[in-house]
């Protein structure tokens, strides 16, 4: 079973940053894609960001050139630096990984955490 140790969410004024990282602990084979999705209240889960083994990038055009995603393979660990925050940002924010864990290819997700941008 995967456990994922997210951090670095809370509360943050407009304009503020924050950094989120998430690393997943587990018999991990190998890991293809790492990111960070979010969900707003009453809305549905939306790709944020994402980045492959390889460090090739994908960023949803609503937080680029504001939020820069990196990760670290030989820890698991996918960070999601947020800067220039706006209040539309707020949102549960979900690690996401796609790869081999535990034997098994598939979609695996953290619990979320908490972004809040509020003045």
């Known amino acids: 079973q995967v456990q994922f140790v997210e951090s670095g969410g809370g509360l943050v004024q407009p304009g503020g940053s924050l950094r989120l990282s998430c690393a997943a602990t587990?018999?991990?084979?190998?890991?293809?894609?790492m990111g960070w999705y979010r969900q707003a209240p009453g809305k549905q889960r939306e790709l944020v960001a994402d980045?492959?083994?390889?460090?090739?990038?994908n960023v949803v055009d609503s937080v680029k050139g504001r939020f820069t995603i990196s990760r670290d393979n030989a820890k698991n660990t996918v960070y999601l630096q947020m800067n220039s925050l706006k209040p539309e940002d707020t949102a549960v924010y979900l690690c996401?990984?796609?790869?081999?864990?535990?034997?098994?290819?598939?979609?695996?997700w953290g619990q979320g955490t908490e972004v809040t941008v509020s003045s």
């Open positions: 996401h990984i796609y790869g081999v864990i535990t034997g098994r290819l598939g979609d695996y």
């Open positions: 587990a018999s991990i084979f190998s890991i293809y894609t």
């Open positions: 980045i492959t083994s390889g460090g090739r990038t």
